[in-house]
């Protein structure tokens, strides 16, 4: 008689993640999971925190150099990975002048962003650790030297002359024709600025005040693409004032087209009424032949 036999049950792997580590003895960076997991940063802001934590102090972490040393990514996102970053206390920068007069910016880098919500001011951990040098006796005191006789009083320096006071700003160019069709493409094109560039978002009168200076573009056969390249194109960062930029760039760069005068128009292109030839004249008509003809 058969005898029952007990079958094992098939081996099913355990779902989820398996970590394998490797301890690590040197080049390795502590990042706490407050930070690996964040729920509110996105991917791009956590890897922009860890590759700063592990940069060297006085490694520059601007967004061009960051953009050098990390190519994958545009300049764009590196800008908005950084304001992630200050928003929830990872990241500090502020501008301070040196004592010669240079404007440069402070960035400090917190491993937990409870010090830089507190307001707690950061200490920086010292590069090397050395004994305290052993106390040196103190030499006899010298007697002070006889004073010096008083010396002339130096000259005061002479006040330069007040500079002469800058010329107005050139105004905002417009229209000739402000039709309303002109002037929605204008508004709409400026509205879409901020989707290309999140620093150059404008509020609703800056954009009625700017869309004049944009129909004058359209109307010297500017197309959008060439206006939108112009006002985007090699921004300073930060872009602290973007409606004033934008005035500047739509000023100054502003190029000829049909709104020149008269005098600086080419003559345009006529087809002869008689004889149906191709001849430049102010208006339609005949050409010479023609009207020497008659």
């Not at 002048?97 to 507190?118: C, F, I, L, M, W």
């Not at 004994?131 to 002479?158: E, M, S, T």
């Amino acid at each position: 008689m058969a005898t029952s036999q007990d079958i094992a049950a098939p081996y099913a792997p355990p779902s989820g993640v398996e970590h394998v580590n490797v301890r690590h003895t040197e080049r390795f960076t502590v990042v706490g999971n407050h930070l690996s997991q964040h729920r509110e940063l996105s991917l791009a802001a956590r890897g922009l925190a860890l590759h700063i934590q592990s940069l060297p102090p006085g490694a520059r972490i601007g967004i061009k150099a960051l953009a050098a040393r990390l190519p994958a990514d545009s300049e764009h996102r590196i800008a908005g990975a950084l304001r992630e970053l200050e928003q929830h206390g990872y990241l500090k920068r502020t501008r301070e002048r040196s004592p010669e007069g240079k404007v440069y910016t402070r960035t400090v880098s917190y491993n937990h962003p409870d010090p830089a919500t507190s307001g707690k001011a950061h200490t920086a951990s010292p590069r090397h650790h050395r004994p305290a040098p052993a106390p040196v006796p103190k030499p006899a005191p010298v007697p002070p030297p006889p004073p010096a006789p008083p010396a002339d009083p130096a000259p005061l320096p002479r006040v330069p002359a007040p500079t002469a006071k800058k010329p107005p700003r050139p105004p905002l160019p417009e229209p000739l024709h402000p039709r309303p069709q002109l002037l929605q493409a204008a508004a709409l094109l400026l509205v879409g600025l901020q989707r290309q560039d999140a620093e150059l978002t404008l509020t609703e009168p800056q954009i009625d005040f700017l869309a004049p200076g944009v129909a004058a573009w359209f109307e010297r056969d500017a197309s959008p693409a060439a206006v939108r390249k112009a006002l985007t194109e090699d921004l300073p960062r930060p872009v602290r004032f973007p409606a004033q930029l934008l005035r500047h760039r739509l000023t100054v760069l502003l190029p000829s087209g049909r709104s020149l005068p008269a005098t600086y128009r080419p003559v345009p292109m006529q087809n002869c009424d008689a004889c149906d030839r191709g001849f430049r004249a102010p208006e339609p008509g005949r050409c010479e032949e023609c009207e020497g003809a008659t």
